[in-house]
């Protein structure tokens, strides 16, 4: 049998690469085309050729819907009851009481007034840690990708290097950096060894923050400076001649032909930077547990403690802060792609 | 299995039904709404109320005062461990060589004197554990449960050893990142072990651990708990394995569990792991622990002395069955005040907050 006999293959470019196939693929990829063919021309007769699309994402659909949008819904639910129980059915409703409760607030700059003063400080802490994260990662990474980018030496084993801290688990990071970090590890020892005073870095709450950021950069900068890598790479070098012809210095160069043109990807850089900082929770936890005292406690942290950890589990008030988290990335994303698309238009 | 998984984990598996046969639990109350009555599946529960019956009450729920859901596998009291050659080293003397009822600020200053004189990083740790602090807060008076029965941090007791506790944290009395810096638990074994500390508040089941890091390179010795105006108590504790009630074999489980709870078994566990047995029959006979390290049988014998000294609050705190909603709010909070989140007074506001809304929403 060959691909033109086969009423499913009418294309005729498909039949010439069908035939050019070896002969034990073809036979398979024939009776697999067929198989398909059988199943799909009767469901295509019944819903007619515009609805199959919908037939072809189904699958998708069905784990989205089973696994992100069903668990969402629920979730929403949760938010919306009280008590300790498990089970929704065994949940008292309470309506928008979990909300009330979180923005229950005298002064909202100031936490001790908030009847949930916790969740109030991881709204600021992750806020600032956000802020700081993010800039620190778009910046140190676009630096990184321009200078690796270069011809300099040994440029695939720096390449290497950048990377490969984002192989390794967050909780190993922190462990390394806690090692670091403490009183009698290596930071202290090296200020020592230079006439330094020791410090207790992760006991102070300005440095605390610090160090959390730092880490975090350090560990994910060499993603996104992959990212920034394959945008500076996908820039033509046509571009470049051309304004070295027009007297275009380094700095114009960047300005002008680099900037524009990796603006799309820094776009995504931004956008993935911080919904991961956002969620930012496995790193900070074996760090500093969130210290000292919730200095590094940021809202994840906070959703974790209230909905799991607590001897009484709060699963409302829980899953309420988790929707307050949702939505507050929801408008964040949103804001930065209307960004991304006005940068584009214009 | 990690503790924190029992901690964390094992509530939300039994709350969805889908528990083990048998678990080993150290939140005795606060699951007592799933363990499995054992009575009728067993061969002979009054072996049951004779030897656990003082600890039974620990594991049931409110007005419940007859079913059988397991027994303690280990009774655990909590206290201090001092290292002696420090003091030894440092020609100071220990304080409870020479009175019968030391403060907590005797042995405050005395490890501090230890550790001036050795270069000593921490003088003083206590484990990150509201319960390990429940100890000296009710030797200051803490009286843990008003009139009508509910948990109460209000009173001027707990407030005298707040106070106390969050300064030896500003002062560097006590080890400054053990509370700040940790998230739930934290102990400061490896701290003691590599004689780092001279003081450490923590309980008889390190006894067994204690044997085993240190042996005998320098002399620990468990000291018997600091007075205060309210006594000189520890807490009481410990761990129980428990039948759960989803089982689907009960006969079965009652079965292992009476192999297990039996004076012989239990006998020989608490040998082996030089735990204190909450098993009457053992301790009127006494359990010949394995271990040739004295250093070990004595703080054994000390903790097992610190039974008559314990207060009647401690123990009615550890048969509360939210005891744990207690604690950990006064954990945290007190770690809020030592970092200047909080004053100490704003922190028990909190602690009491803390503790009256997760009730209400326990119902």
Known sequence: MTASELPAIKNRSSVRLLNQLDPITRPVLLLLVTAVDRILTPIQRRVGIDKMGYFFVLPNLLIFGIFVLFPMLLNFYYAMTGGTKLFPEDRPFVGLDNFATLFDCENFSQ????????????????????????????????????????????????????????????????????????????????????????????????????????????????????????GLQSIPPELYEASSIDGANTWQDFR???????????????????????????QIFVLTGGGPGTRTQLMVQYIYTTGFSNQIQLFGLSAAASMVLGVSLLILTLLQLRLGNQSSLA | MPYRAILENLPLDLAAGEGPDMARVTDLGGLAEYYLDMTSHLSDPDYWEENFG?????????????????????????????????????????????????????????????????????????????????????????????????????????????????????????????????????GANEEFANAELVFYMSGSWQVGQFSEQIGD????????????????????????????????????????????????VLGEFAARTLFIPAHAGLSASGVDFDTDLQLAKDSLGVFVGQVGTLEQTAFDLQAYAFNRAVFDASRDRLTQAMVGELTVDEAIARIQDDVDTALAEQG
């Open chain 1, 256 to 282: 002008f032909v680099t900037m524009p043109l990796l603006m799309p990807t820094m776009f995504v850089v931004l956008v993935l930077s911080l919904i991961r900082a956002v969620q930012m929770f496995d």
């Open chain 2, 54 to 186: 003082p600890f039974l009450n620990w594991k049931r729920l409110p007005g419940d005062d007859s079913s059988i859901p397991g027994f303690m596998t280990q009774l655990t009291i909590t206290g201090p461990f001092i290292n002696r050659t420090l003091f030894e080293q440092a020609g100071i003397d220990v304080p409870s060589d020479m009175s019968d009822s030391v403060t907590w600020d005797e042995w405050a200053e005395a490890s501090r004197a230890v550790a001036e004189a050795l270069e000593i990083p921490y003088p003083m740790a206590m484990d990150r554990s509201g319960h390990r602090f429940a100890g000296p807060a009710i030797s200051s008076g803490a009286m843990y449960f008003d009139d009508m029965g509910h948990p109460t941090v209000m009173d001027e007791g707990f407030r005298d050893m707040a106070e106390r506790f969050v300064g030896w944290h500003l002062d560097g009395t006590m080890h400054p990142e053990m509370w700040p810096l940790s998230e739930g638990y934290a």
């Open chain 1, 111 to 230: 936490p001790n007034s908030c009847q949930e003063d916790l969740f109030w400080r991881g709204i600021f802490n992750t806020i600032q840690f956000v802020v700081f994260q993010v800039s620190g990662i778009v910046l140190f990474s676009l630096i990184t990708a321009l200078v690796l980018n270069r011809n300099i030496i040994a440029r695939g084993f720096f390449r290497s290097v950048f990377f490969y801290p984002v192989l390794l688990s967050p909780v190993v990071v922190a462990l390394i950096w806690k090692w670091i970090l403490q009183h009698e590890g290596v930071l202290n020892a090296i200020l020592e060894l230079f006439g330094g005073e020791s410090m207790r870095w992760l006991l102070d709450t300005n440095w605390a923050m610090f160090w959390v950021v730092f880490v975090s950069v350090w560990a994910l900068m060499g993603f996104y400076t992959l990212i920034l890598l394959a």
């Open chain 2, 217 to 264: 390179a320098f002399d620990w010795q468990t000291v018997p708990n600091p007075c205060g105006p309210g006594g000189c108590t520890g807490m009481p504790g410990g761990a129980a394995l428990v039948g759960i009630g989803s089982t689907e074999h009960p006969a079965e489980v009652a079965r292992v569990m009476e192999y297990l709870a039996s004076q012989d």
